[in-house]
C-alpha cells in the first residue's frame, strides 16, 4: 500500500513538474517564435520595398536587414535572386515582323553572382524599371520551441513549424 | 499543503494568465501581418496608377494642351481606385467604400503638384440645378484640386517684391516687381555656360555646342525626319515634304514648314541659358539674394542663410546637387507639399461620414522625401481601416524615371554603333569613335500603331514598333555591369575625360530640355521661330 502510494506520489511530481515547468517554457517559447515569424515576415516585406522603389540593391541595405533580423535572437540564411529585364529579344522580334509583340527574357542573377556584382561595384547594384527581386529568409536551426514540440508532442521533422519569410516585387523607379 | 494541490492552484493562476497573453500576441501579430499587407497592397495600387501615367504621356502627342494632362492624371487617379479594389478584393471594400479610406492622392509633376481628394460641390447660378444633373449641389465628388506651384516670394527692400517658381530641376521662373520694375522671366540656371555673341558660339563646361544634324526616329516602319516643339514632334513626309503630328493613330496635317537639315534645340537651350544668367546677375540685380530674404514661409530648422544664385560656389556649380540654389529649392517644394497636405488631410475629417477616424499627416521619412522632390512621382494616403488592434495609417511612394514630365540627368542614354548605353558605361569613357549620340530614354521604350494591312484598302493591323532600332548593351543597360560609379551623372560627365561623350551628352540633355512643355512659352512664338 505505501509502495502503491509511493509510486503515485513520483507520478504526480513529475506531472505536476512537467506541467509546472515544461508547458510554461514551450507556450512561452512558442509566443517568442511568433514574434519572431512576424518581425522576419514584416523586415522581408520591408527589404524588397525598399528595393523596388529606390531601384538600389545595396549591401548596405542586406546588412541593416541581416541586423535587424538577428536581434530576435535567432540566425538565419538570406538568399536573394535578382531577375533582370532584357528587352532585347522583344525588339529584335519586332524588327523582324512588327505584328508580333515579341517577348521579353529575365536574366536570373542568384545570390553568389549578386554578391560578386556588388563587390565589383562599391557595394551597390542599380536596377531599372521592369527588373524583379526576390529574399527569402529560412532560421538556420531549431528552436527551444520546435525542439520542446517535438519532445511533448512527438512531432516528426516534417511537422516541425519552419521559420521562414519570403517576399518579391518588381521594380518601379 | 500537498503537492498536487500546489499544482492545481498553479495551474489555475498560470493558464488562464498564459491564454490571455497568448491570445494578445496572436492579435497583436495579426494586426501586424494585416497592416504590412495593407502596406503591400497600397504600393502595388500606387505603382499601377503611375505606370498608367507613365504610359498615357510617353503616347501623348498633344503634350502642349493643358487638357490633355489633367486627362492623363484623372486616368491615373481612376486606375487607382480600380487596382486597389481588385488588389483588397474584399467583401464590403468596393471602390467607392475605399475612397472613403484615400484622404489624398499627391501627384507630384515637374512645377508644382495635383492633390486629388473629394470635396463638396458648389454649383454656380448658371449651373444646372436640376435632380437629373451630372453633379448635384452639396454632392461630395472627387476630383483634382488646383494646381499648387512650388513658388517661393522674396522681399529686398521696398522695391523688390517677386515670387520665384521651381521645378525638379534647375529651371525656375521670375514673376513680380524687381528693382521698382515688372518682371516675368523664365530659365535654366547653368554655372559655366559662356555665350559669345560676336562668333555666335557657345561653350558648357568647355564643350561647345553646336547644331546637330537632323533628329530621326521610326514610326512604325518608316523612318521619319522630326523636330520636338513644347512637348509635340512635328514628322516630315519624305514624299510630300509636308509636315504633321502624330496623334491617336492619326496623322494630323500641320501647315508650317520646320527646319529640317539642323536641329538647333541644345544650342538655344544653352544660348538662353547663359543668357538668363546674364540678367539674373547684371539686368536685375539677384547675385546678392539670400534665403533670408524669403517671406512667409517657416525655414526653421532648415538650412541657415545662403546665396541662392551662387553660379559657381567654391567649384561646384549652381545645377550640381551640393549647391547653395539647389539644397534651398529642396527646401521650398518640401515646405510647399508639406503644408498644403497636412492641411488638405485635416480637412479630409470634414468630408467623411463612413468613418470614425482622425485623419492626419503621416511623418515621411527623409528618404522619402528624396525620392519626392527629385522625381515624378505619387504620394498615396489611406487611413481609418481596423486593422483588428488599431487604426490603419499608411502611405507609398513611388517615383518614375521614364516619362515625358521631366528630362532628369539620368534620362539620356548614350548610342553607340548600334547599341544604347548608359552615359557612365566604362566602355564610353574609353571610346574615342565619333558616333556617340545622345538619347532621351523615353524615345526607346516600344509602341504601337493601327496602320493599314498591306494590299488592302480599308483594313487595319496592329503593328508595334521602336522609335529607335538601337538595342541595350547588356553590360550597362541590362545588368549593369561595367559602369564606372557616380555620385551625380553631370558631374561624372564634367570629370570623365571624354571631350566626345561630354558632347553628345550636353547636347541631348539640352536638346530634350529645350523640346519640353512649357506654359510660359508661347506655342505660336516657339513654332514660329523653327518655321523655314
Same mark, same amino acid.
Given at each position: 500500500m505505501e509502495s502503491g502510494n509511493a509510486l503515485i506520489t513520483v507520478v !504526480?511530481?513529475?506531472? !505536476?513538474?512537467?506541467?509546472?515547468?515544461?508547458?510554461?517554457?514551450?507556450?512561452?517559447?512558442?509566443?517568442?517564435? $511568433?514574434? +519572431?515569424?512576424?518581425?522576419?515576415?514584416?523586415?522581408?516585406?520591408?527589404? !524588397?520595398?525598399?528595393?523596388?522603389?529606390?531601384?538600389?540593391?545595396?549591401?548596405?541595405?542586406?546588412?541593416? @536587414?541581416?541586423?535587424?533580423?538577428?536581434?530576435?535572437? @535567432?540566425?538565419?540564411?538570406?538568399? @536573394? &535572386?535578382?531577375?533582370?529585364?532584357?528587352?532585347?529579344?522583344?525588339?529584335?522580334?519586332?524588327?523582324?515582323? +512588327?505584328?508580333?509583340?515579341?517577348?521579353?527574357?529575365?536574366?536570373?542573377?542568384?545570390? &553568389?553572382?549578386?554578391?560578386e556584382l556588388l563587390n565589383n561595384q562599391q557595394g551597390k547594384m542599380l536596377? $531599372?524599371?521592369?527588373?524583379?527581386?526576390?529574399?527569402?529568409?529560412?532560421? $538556420? &536551426?531549431? &528552436?527551444?520551441?520546435?525542439?520542446?514540440?517535438?519532445?511533448?508532442?512527438? +512531432?516528426?521533422?516534417?511537422?516541425? $513549424?519552419?521559420? +521562414?519569410?519570403?517576399?518579391?516585387?518588381?521594380?518601379?523607379? | 499543503m500537498k503537492l498536487e494541490d500546489l499544482g492545481v492552484i498553479f495551474i489555475i493562476i498560470i493558464l488562464p494568465i498564459s491564454l490571455i497573453l497568448g491570445f494578445y500576441i496572436d492579435s497583436q501579430i495579426n494586426t501586424l501581418n494585416i497592416q504590412t499587407e495593407y502596406d503591400r497592397k497600397l504600393q502595388k495600387s500606387t505603382a499601377d496608377a503611375i505606370t498608367a501615367f507613365q504610359l498615357n504621356t510617353a503616347n501623348s502627342s498633344t503634350y502642349d494642351i493643358i487638357n490633355s494632362k489633367l486627362r492623363d492624371i484623372n486616368a491615373s487617379a481612376n486606375f487607382f481606385y480600380t487596382s486597389l479594389a481588385d488588389n483588397f478584393n474584399l467583401p464590403g471594400y468596393g471602390e467607392e467604400q475605399l475612397k472613403e479610406y484615400v484622404p489624398a492622392l499627391v501627384y507630384i509633376m515637374y512645377d508644382g503638384y495635383y492633390i486629388y481628394s473629394p470635396f463638396i460641390n458648389k454649383l454656380d447660378p448658371l449651373d444646372d440645378f436640376r435632380n437629373s444633373a451630372t453633379y448635384k449641389e452639396g454632392e461630395k465628388i472627387s476630383g483634382l484640386k488646383p494646381y499648387i506651384y512650388y513658388s517661393c516670394r522674396y522681399k529686398v527692400g521696398g522695391n523688390t517684391d517677386f515670387v520665384i517658381t521651381y521645378s525638379l530641376d534647375n529651371y525656375i521662373v521670375l514673376q513680380g516687381k524687381i528693382n521698382g520694375a515688372n518682371v516675368y522671366d523664365a530659365g535654366y540656371l547653368l554655372g559655366n555656360v559662356e555665350y559669345d555673341s560676336i562668333s555666335d558660339k557657345v561653350k558648357y563646361n568647355g564643350v561647345e555646342i553646336t547644331r546637330e544634324s537632323q533628329l530621326k526616329e521610326y514610326i512604325g516602319n518608316t523612318e521619319y525626319t522630326y523636330i520636338k516643339i513644347n512637348g509635340v514632334k512635328y514628322y516630315k513626309d519624305n514624299s510630300t515634304g509636308n509636315w504633321f503630328s502624330f496623334i491617336n493613330g492619326e496623322k494630323i496635317p500641320e501647315s508650317r514648314k520646320y527646319i529640317g537639315d539642323y536641329n538647333d534645340c541644345a544650342y538655344r537651350y544653352y544660348k538662353e541659358a547663359a543668357e538668363f544668367k546674364d540678367r539674373i546677375i547684371n539686368t536685375y540685380g539677384l547675385g546678392d539674394l539670400k534665403s533670408s530674404n524669403a517671406v512667409e514661409i517657416n525655414l526653421d530648422g532648415f538650412y541657415s542663410d545662403y546665396d541662392i544664385f551662387a553660379f559657381n560656389d567654391n567649384g561646384i556649380s549652381i545645377e550640381e546637387k551640393n549647391s547653395d540654389f539647389n539644397q534651398h529649392r529642396l527646401q521650398i517644394i518640401r515646405y510647399c507639399i508639406e503644408r498644403n497636405l497636412s492641411i488638405a488631410i485635416a480637412n479630409y475629417n470634414n468630408y467623411v461620414d463612413g468613418t470614425k477616424a482622425n485623419f492626419q499627416m503621416p511623418e515621411l521619412k527623409e528618404t522619402d522625401w528624396d525620392l519626392i522632390v527629385n522625381n515624378i512621382s505619387l504620394i498615396s494616403f489611406m487611413q481609418g481601416m481596423s486593422i483588428g488592434g488599431k487604426i490603419y495609417n499608411g502611405y507609398s511612394i513611388v517615383a518614375n524615371t521614364q516619362n515625358a514630365e521631366l528630362v532628369s540627368q539620368n534620362s539620356i542614354y548614350i548610342t553607340h554603333n548600334g547599341k544604347y548605353y548608359v552615359p557612365n558605361s566604362t566602355e564610353l569613357k574609353e571610346s574615342d569613335a565619333d558616333d556617340l549620340y545622345g538619347a532621351y530614354n523615353i524615345d526607346f521604350k516600344r509602341k504601337s500603331i493601327e496602320q493599314l494591312k498591306a494590299g488592302t484598302s480599308n483594313e487595319y493591323e496592329l503593328i508595334y514598333y521602336y522609335p529607335r532600332k538601337e538595342l541595350a548593351d547588356y553590360n550597362s543597360m541590362v545588368m549593369q555591369i561595367k559602369t564606372e560609379p557616380y555620385d551625380e551623372m553631370i558631374t561624372y560627365i564634367k570629370n570623365c575625360g571624354n571631350e566626345k561623350l561630354k558632347k553628345a551628352y550636353y547636347t541631348a540633355l539640352g536638346r530634350e530640355r529645350y523640346s519640353l512643355y512649357r506654359p510660359e512659352k508661347n506655342p505660336e512664338t516657339l513654332k514660329n521661330s523653327f518655321t523655314e
Open positions: !504526480v511530481i513529475v506531472l !505536476v513538474g512537467g506541467l509546472l515547468v515544461v508547458f510554461p517554457m514551450y507556450m512561452i517559447a512558442n509566443q517568442n517564435d $511568433k514574434i +519572431a515569424q512576424n518581425i522576419l515576415a514584416t523586415e522581408t516585406t520591408n527589404l !524588397v520595398n525598399d528595393i523596388i522603389t529606390t531601384g538600389e540593391f545595396t549591401r548596405e541595405k542586406l546588412d541593416k @536587414y541581416d541586423q535587424k533580423i538577428s536581434a530576435t535572437g @535567432y540566425a538565419f540564411d538570406t538568399e @536573394y &535572386t535578382i531577375m533582370i529585364l532584357d528587352e532585347n529579344p522583344s525588339k529584335k522580334e519586332i524588327l523582324a515582323n +512588327a505584328t508580333k509583340i515579341g517577348e521579353n527574357v529575365f536574366i536570373v542573377v542568384q545570390k &553568389t553572382q549578386v554578391d536596377l $531599372k524599371p521592369g527588373d524583379r527581386v526576390n529574399i527569402r529568409s529560412t532560421i $538556420k &536551426t531549431s &528552436t527551444l520551441s520546435m525542439d520542446l514540440g517535438s519532445f511533448l508532442f512527438g +512531432a516528426s521533422s516534417k511537422d516541425i $513549424k519552419n521559420m +521562414a519569410a519570403e517576399s518579391s516585387g518588381v521594380v518601379t523607379k | -
